[in-house]
């Protein structure tokens, strides 16, 4: 449920795919090796994204934006805490590769369109939401979707790419 609303409102405060996996991935390390009250899971994911947007993004939204986006029943403060005990839970290593990396050095390895890139993406965002792969690598999911548009589009099969 928290996945589904940080995917419907990160386009309101990022402009970058990367963001929101960051995002996520964030709440998953923090999830780890801390526990979270249901109450604060809402929190938690906006003060992940509000980190991750800050690695991401090029222009970081102001933290109000944030606050807003709760009709104001999360406080600029509340963030900014949790921010803290995000950073400080995770010992400050924040960044790392996202299984969106992966899908675009896959297509980029392959070549495809901007249509089929964003078919990719569609089908990464549609991963997130669905239980049953959250255990699936991302090297091997990346493949998958990028094999899964090949065969839809009917495109020339990535095996007989030409490595240079």
């Known amino acids: ?10 386009p309101h405060v990022c ?19 801390r526990f979270v009250y249901r109450n604060r899971y809402q ?9 991750a947007a800050k690695y991401e993004e090029v222009k970081t939204p ?4 944030y606050s807003d986006l709760c009709s104001g029943d999360i406080t600029m403060e509340e963030i900014l805490d949790m921010e803290g ?4 839970a995770l010992n400050f290593k924040i960044k790392a590769m996202t299984v969106c990396w992966h899908l675009e050095e896959y297509i980029q390895f392959v070549g495809f369109t901007k249509e089929n890139n964003e078919l990719c993406h569609y089908l990464l965002d549609l ?9 699936t690598r991302p090297t091997i999911l990346c493949w998958a979707i990028v ?16 490595i240079s």
């Open 1 to 10: 449920m928290l996945i589904g609303w940080l995917i419907q409102i990160h």
């Open 15 to 33: 402009h970058n795919n990367h963001t929101l996996y960051l995002a996520i991935l964030i709440l998953d390390k923090y999830c780890a090796c």
């Open 43 to 51: 929190l938690l994911g906006l003060a992940a994204l509000f980190v």
């Open 62 to 65: 102001k933290l109000k934006k």
């Open 85 to 88: 005990h995000i950073l400080i």
């Open 127 to 135: 991963s997130l939401i669905e239980f049953d792969f959250c255990f």
């Open 147 to 162: 094999l899964f548009v090949t065969k839809f589009r009917n495109l020339k099969n990535i095996c007989e790419v030409e």
